[in-house]
Structures are given as C-alpha cells and as structure tokens.
C-alpha cells in the first residue's frame, strides 16, 4: 500500500490550493478516505472524511465551508480543494486509508492502516 501526497506549499490567506494522494496497492474504491493535519507541537488533527464513492462527506468544522473534499475512483486519487485558507491551516497535511467504509470515528487515529509521508502547507502574507 502507497499514499503519496502532493500539492502543498506557500499559499496566501484568501487564495487557494489543491492537495492530491494518489493511491496504489488496495482496493481503493471499497474504503473511506481521509485528510488529516498536524501543526508543530499539536496533535493530529482529522480535516475531512468521503466514503467510498462519496455518499457521505463530513468535515472537521473549522474547515466546513471552505474546503472540499473529493475522490476519482478511476485515477485513485483523494483530493483536498483549500478555499480561502487561513494562517491557522498552516500544518503538514496527510492522506490515510481508513479500515473499513464506516464514515462514524473519523476522527479516531485507530480507525486508519495506512498514511501517507504528508505535504506541508503554509498559509501566510
């Protein structure tokens, strides 16, 4: 199993970027994906959760509104679109492969195998 992300950077407050995972080595259309973040010295943080074929989407709530995200069962990839982002997204931002297709514990850390390395994504003026 591979999650590679991609698409982090530099990003000014109010503009927008697209964070990729592309997915390889499982059954990717049958599991729940998720985007979570780490800022220095915090906890991982869940960020967003799409079931298989993006029946059920749910968002951490700093964030509903603003980001989206998205899957292409086709490409295997999980995407995460940040609208007007703010200093406070600043964090390495990380795929993983949850269990099961259940969207309920989202946020719990137990639920996911797999991880990607992570991309680092800095929101400032």
């Known amino acids: 199993v591979q999650l590679v992300e991609s698409g982090g950077g530099l990003v000014q407050p109010g503009n927008s970027l697209n964070l990729s995972c592309a997915a390889s080595?499982?059954?990717?259309?049958?599991?729940?994906m998720s985007w979570f973040r780490q800022a220095p010295g915090k906890e991982r943080e869940w960020v967003a959760i799409i079931t298989s074929y993006g029946g059920i989407i749910d968002y951490l709530k700093s964030v509903e509104g603003r980001f989206t995200i998205s899957r292409d069962n086709a490409k295997n990839t999980l995407y995460l679109h940040m609208n007007r982002p703010l200093p406070e997204d600043t964090a390495t931002y990380y795929c993983?492969?949850?269990?099961?297709?259940?969207?309920?514990?989202?946020?719990?850390?137990?639920?996911?195998?797999?991880w990607g390395q992570g991309t680092q994504v800095t929101v400032s003026s």
């Open positions: 080595g499982f059954a990717f259309e049958t599991v729940a």
């Open positions: 993983a492969k949850k269990k099961n297709n259940a969207w309920y514990g989202a946020d719990q850390l137990s639920g996911y195998d797999y």
